[in-house]
């Protein structure tokens, strides 16, 4: 599986198996963590057998089942970009999970939050949670919000590789399915705008990552 494969097959996934993440996946997902925390400056860390983060009253109100993996996205509250950084990342790191075989849920509200055993820092704080593991299912596609409706480009003026980021965009996941940016051109490269909202800015560096990935060209927060 590709990437460009791995963004149409990735569906948020709330039920898990008791299977271990173990051998080259466990390394290779590991190794990716810090290659990535070295890029970014996060502290993105990988949690593995703890069922307790999720067996809360708001884990079960979100249908959460058998998460005993997360990975959670921690970094320093100084960082003025830290959530879309904390969803660029986190966003590689579950694509990449993807074509390992893994399933994954963003999950920034319907988890324990006081029960995370991810190590915060003096200074830093608890982004949001990734649930992790090998799924049993494959979740299912989201209904999407009309391309011209996230997109200030007319079809006709699109180029190959903008047509190719943003259909990646509205594959995304989004906090609550919200959806809520727009996608604009600017020479070789793509600009992207957040509405407001909770979560719109870790959901900007989600679906940013997806443009960039998919159409191999630059895309600007804005
Ligand atoms: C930033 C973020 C936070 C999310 N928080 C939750 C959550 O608290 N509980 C939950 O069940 N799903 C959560 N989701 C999953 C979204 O509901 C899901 O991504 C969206 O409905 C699109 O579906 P898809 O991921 O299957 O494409 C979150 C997604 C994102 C991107």
Redo the contacts with the bound molecule.
Sequence with gaps: MDIKEAIKE???V?QYSSDHIMGDVRTNLETLIQECNKESGLHIQLITQDPECFDTLLGHY???SGVDNYIAIVGSKKMSDLEELG?YYGEKIVLEAQIMGLNT???????GKGKCKAHVDAGEKIV?VIAIGYGLNK????KSKDLLKLCSVPEKDMPAWFREGIEAAL???????QQKFTIGIDGEEAVIKAGFGP?TK??LG?VRYNFEVASGHKCRAI
Excluded: E, K
């Excluded at 979740?139 to 989201?142: E, I, L, P, R, S």
């Excluded at 594959?171 to 399915?177: D, F, S």
């Design positions: 990735r569906h948020s709330r979100g249908s959460f969803g849920c963003w999950v920034a509200g319907t988890y949001c979740g299912n596609a989201h594959l995304a996941p989004t906090a609550m399915n979560f870790l959901d989600i």
